[in-house]
């Protein structure tokens, strides 16, 4: 051990004189060394971007819930009506509160979005698409656990491309479903760009609808009505966005102008869903 002596004068007073007496005091350099290196030690202990991320999949993907929803396309036309035409889709959905409530991207569910104004062939002619809408008829919600709930959609707002579904409270009460949630109201309210985020999802049936992500960063915020986020992890229609602190950003979507599906995606702030989300718990009572 590397060490080093260092003599303390200490004055004692003796017959009217100060005399010195020395003493050793020994300070061990090692010992500074093990404290700094603790420093250091601890800084990497720090989690990295990876860990959290896989922490956030861990601990949200019991909210990811995989819904079937079938339904009645029925259109309107300049001419005839369109015969009814049966649908069913499947879809990615987040349950958001300790009632269950599920939200989901409008256009994922429903066929109609978008047709009004659209051309179709009925028989030998060609009509013009007055309007449309989806009379649902069944919404099965799938757990990841092996438990099935039936729902229903009880609030669509169209050109937010969100809509909300509610499980069957008596079929919950059933089983004892207690509900894994994403809290929107906890939303991250200062993220900006260049932001690392991470976008939960489920893959498809072919690997067992098991729970993945995407990491990356916020390219773009987008203000008008609503607040939208461009991000590299919002990579498909109704996954879960959050923050690599585990802020919840919002749910990506489908981007609706006039009335039209763009294509293009972006990610519904948390804050803008919430409201709608209180809305939709109105309508479900």
Sequence with gaps: MLSRTIPLQIYIPRNGENLP????NTFSFPAILIACLSCLTSSAMSQTVEEQARELMEKYKGALVVVTVKGSLQAKTSGDPLPPNDQQRRTLGVTIGDDGLIVVSNSAIDASVG????????????????????????????????????????????EADIAFIMPDPSEAKALNKTFDKVDLSQFAATADVADRVVGLSRASAVYGYMPTLVMGRITGVFKGDR???????????????????????????????DGKPTGILGTLSAGSIQVMANLAREAAR
């Design 21 to 24: 007496i020395y003493m050793k």
């Design 115 to 158: 047709l009004e104004g659209q051309q179709a062939q009925l028989d030998e002619k060609i009509v013009r698409i007055e309007s449309a809408k989806t009379e649902f008829s069944d919404v099965e919600i799938s757990y990841g656990d092996s438990s099935l709930i039936n729902g229903k959609v009880v609030r669509q707002d169209p």
């Design 227 to 257: 607040t939208f986020f461009v991000t590299e992890a919002g990579s498909a229609q109704g996954i879960p966005v959050f923050t690599i602190e585990g802020k919840p950003l919002g749910i990506t979507v489908v981007r609706i102008v």
